[in-house]
């Protein structure tokens, strides 16, 4: 919604990359906003997976949503922790801004992959708990 509000707010302009000046035609431009959104949303996998489990796991709706709002801000804490080391490369929101990768000249698809991994990694435990919680789940009475 935001592209087609600045497309008619502003008109429809080649892509400047930050940093570099590089401008993308209309094309490779729509392609790198593709990949940023594909991988945003597979970045969110993580959060929806937890709030999902919450969800089936408590009667409480703010709960659930209390809980993945909560994964990613204790998650975010802990990534700014350098003495973490190594281990800052396995919490969900460590590779949020690699999509920065796809705004440049060249895309750096390294930082992307390992992020993707990590959250469908993450959000396959976290779906899987929560279908096999809910098929267990009393929900007739």
Do not use: N
């Not at 594909?38 to 997976?49: F, K, N, Q």
């Not at 993707?116 to 919680?133: C, D, G, K, P, Q």
């Amino acid at each position: 919604m935001s592209l087609v509000a600045g497309t008619v707010a502003f008109g429809w302009h080649p892509l400047r990359l930050p940093g570099t000046g590089a401008v993308l035609g209309q094309g490779a431009a729509l392609d790198r906003m593709g990949i940023v959104l594909g991988y945003v949303l597979v970045t969110e996998l993580v959060p929806a997976g937890l709030a999902f489990l919450l969800s089936v796991s408590t009667d409480s709706p703010l709960g659930a949503v209390g809980g993945a709002v909560g994964l990613v801000i204790v998650s975010d804490i802990l990534d700014a922790v350098t003495a973490l080391g190594g281990w800052r490369q396995v919490l969900p929101t460590h590779w949020q801004f690699a999509w920065l990768d796809a705004m440049q000249p060249q895309i750096s698809w390294g930082g992307m992959l390992e992020g993707a991994a990590v959250s469908v990694s993450y959000a396959l435990i976290l779906f899987a708990w929560a279908f096999r919680h809910f098929r267990a789940k009393d929900i007739v009475s």
